[in-house]
């Protein structure tokens, strides 16, 4: 799938657990068997809340639709499926979805998270469950001494994140998961910048994998979902508790829109990382550039660890303009094929400027100091031609320059 010399072409997603299908064909069937009444290829939008029961108590797999929804379970077993889980839950955001897993602490517990998670993430834990007397300690993940050093007896959590945004670290998931386990934690990871098509925390130790489905696996930039995965029944139980007592479910609509994104996970991860690394070779080389991050160049600090870790790079990019904060202000307002947004993972290509938009609050030396210079620039790579993408860039840095 990959042109890049350095890649190795075994696929080793490429069957589940029955040893037969490739990760391309699950994503299209797993969990989706045609409608055993109509024999509708698609999984139908259930918009319902309560099913009948023969007596009471006696139902055929549905009572409620906070607790179970057909469209949702078809989702639920898909995504299972392809971050190589045996059960899923899906929630009606990522946040609910990481909300999720942090209900499993108690109060005096604490947490070991990378220093550049998730804007959210950062924010529920200081300023959500600090209040619930759970404290975390924020390392740089990728230096596996300090993370070891700053395990506790009472660390039941490691937050992992890889690639993290917006510098594109990356994090070793197999080295993570056996200093938590050495800790008796459960080590968590975010696999949203990735998906399950280019990277399976699950197959490299991690207890719970969570996905914000509003990006890559919806794909379509129409819908806010989010989702954890597990490898075995334990864990799970204690998830579908929460998930069902907290209720923070996606409708089945919603449900329906990812089960639609899933299908086209690969065809279109191959053309987000394709046009990715085109993209992030032209920065690298343009004399307005002063920096790129991408893991799949080979001036990536991680390269090789990325190589190992991941099936591809990815879609996500950022680089440094040779410029100042209103330039780079300049450049993200002018272009036209990269749209001026946060978020990322959809078909269509977006831009934004960090230390204007997603990382504003954070003072000017302290984000100087994190590594998130005045022209910082990030992108997501979408589907487009890759040649208007250029085009564009060069006439914003034109505009601006
Ligand atoms: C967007 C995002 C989330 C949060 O997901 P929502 O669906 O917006 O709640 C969590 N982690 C990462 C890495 C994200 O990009």
Not at 371 to 391: N, P, Q, T, W
Request: hydrophobic residues 35%; negative net charge.
């Amino acid at each position: 799938m990959s042109d890049d010399p350095d890649r190795d072409d075994e696929d080793d997603r490429s069957v589940d657990a029955s040893g037969t299908f490739r990760f391309e064909t699950r994503a299209i069937h797993a969990g989706q068997e045609p409608d055993p009444e109509t024999g509708a290829l698609m999984t139908p939008i259930h918009a319902n809340t309560t099913y009948e029961q023969d007596a009471p108590g006696e139902h055929r797999g549905y009572e409620y639709s906070r607790t179970a929804n057909p469209t949702r379970t078809d989702l639920e077993a898909n995504l299972a499926d392809l971050e190589s889980g045996t059960h899923a839950r899906c929630f009606a955001s990522g946040m609910a979805a990481i909300n999720t897993v942090l209900n499993l602490l108690e109060s005096g517990d604490h947490v070991v998270a990378g220093d550049d998670v998730y804007g959210g993430t950062h924010r529920i834990l200081t300023q959500v469950f600090e209040g619930y007397d759970v404290e975390t300690t924020f390392v740089d993940t990728t230096d596996h001494e300090a993370v070891a050093e700053a395990m506790r007896p009472e660390t039941e959590l490691v937050w992992v994140e890889t690639p993290t945004n917006p510098l594109m670290n990356v994090n070793d998931i197999e080295a993570l998961s056996a200093i938590a386990h050495e800790g008796e934690a459960l080590c968590a990871v975010d696999n949203t910048f990735a998906t399950p098509y280019l990277q399976r925390p699950l197959e490299l130790g991690a207890d719970v994998v969570c996905q914000s489905l509003t990006k890559y696996l919806g794909g379509h930039s129409d819908t806010i979902g989010g989702a954890l995965v597990v490898d075995g029944d334990g864990l799970d139980e204690r998830l579908g508790f929460y998930q069902n007592s907290v209720g923070a479910t996606p409708g089945p609509f919603d449900s329906f829109l990812v089960l639609r994104g899933t299908k086209t996970l690969p065809v279109r991860m191959d053309r987000h990382c394709e046009n990715a690394r085109e993209l992030a070779r032209w920065l690298e080389a343009h004399e307005a550039v002063d920096r790129v991050y991408y893991p799949g160049l080979e001036s990536h600090p991680q390269h090789e660890l990325a190589s190992e870790q991941m099936d591809d790079f990815g879609g996500m990019l950022s680089f440094e303009l040779d410029g100042t904060l209103e330039q780079g202000s300049t450049v993200v307002s002018e272009t036209e094929v990269f749209t001026l947004a946060e978020s990322l993972g959809g078909v269509e290509s977006l831009i934004e400027q960090p230390a204007a938009m997603t990382h504003a609050a954070i003072p000017r030396e302290e984000r100087l100091a994190a590594g998130l210079s005045d022209g910082l620039i990030r992108v997501s790579v979408g589907i487009e031609h890759v040649d208007d993408m250029k085009a564009d860039l060069q006439r914003a840095f034109d505009a601006a320059l």
